[in-house]
């Protein structure tokens, strides 16, 4: 199983999801990148993910957990930023996008996952985000809402809205979406903290 395996996975859902079609078309222009493999201590609770997804996103959770050796993990944030707990639970890579495994100046699709009972703390980014839970649960906050989703479940950002995230007694793995203007940035700590100033 490879990575190819989890961008075609990514593509099925794509067109399975409406919340997915309407956020910004598959991208037309992905081209195979030479992305060497980067370790962190999450991605083996990635490589043993048990949680069921949904009819729609298991296929995708299948590919992920039999490719997670392959990806290029990345973590955004400083241990003087969410703590080295923190840090040994929660990682994503790009699987497309400006610096992903597949290239795309279109669309930035990540995979996200955060271990059970972390608190992921205001933040915010330039580029709109849609998440999907693939499999787990995660609480998702923004100034205006609040809510639980599971397996399928969807959520949007705007740009530079601040938003945070709290798991529970599972894990969550996530796919992320971004379009638009930032799509090649950052998320920044603090957001809500900032925007309150
Ligand atoms: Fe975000």
Redesign the pocket.
């Given at each position: 199983m490879s990575l190819s395996q989890a961008l075609q996975a990514a593509c099925d859902l794509h067109s399975r999801l409406p919340a997915l079609r309407a956020f910004a078309p598959w991208p037309s222009d992905l081209e195979p990148a030479a992305l060497a493999p980067a370790a962190i201590p999450a991605q083996q609770q990635v490589a043993e993910f048990a949680l069921p997804g949904t009819p729609e996103t298991q296929p995708l959770i299948g590919t992920l957990r039999t490719a997670a050796g392959q990806a290029h993990w990345t973590q955004t944030y400083t241990e003087a930023e969410v703590g080295a707990h923190f840090l040994q639970n929660y990682g994503y890579f790009e699987l497309f996008g400006p610096t992903g495994h597949f290239r795309s100046t279109q669309l930035r699709g990540y995979i996200a996952y955060w271990g059970a009972g972390l608190r992921y703390d205001w933040?915010?980014?330039e580029a709109e985000?849609l998440?999907v839970v693939l499999g787990g649960g995660a609480e998702f906050l923004a100034e205006e809402s609040e809510c639980w989703l599971q397996a399928g479940g969807t959520r949007l950002?705007g740009g530079w809205q601040p938003?945070a995230m709290n798991t529970g007694a599972e894990p969550v793995l996530t796919y992320?979406l971004w379009r638009g203007a930032g799509l090649a940035g950052l998320?920044l700590m603090g957001g809500k903290r900032t925007a309150a100033a």
């Open positions: 933040h915010s980014h985000e998440y950002h938003h992320v998320p």
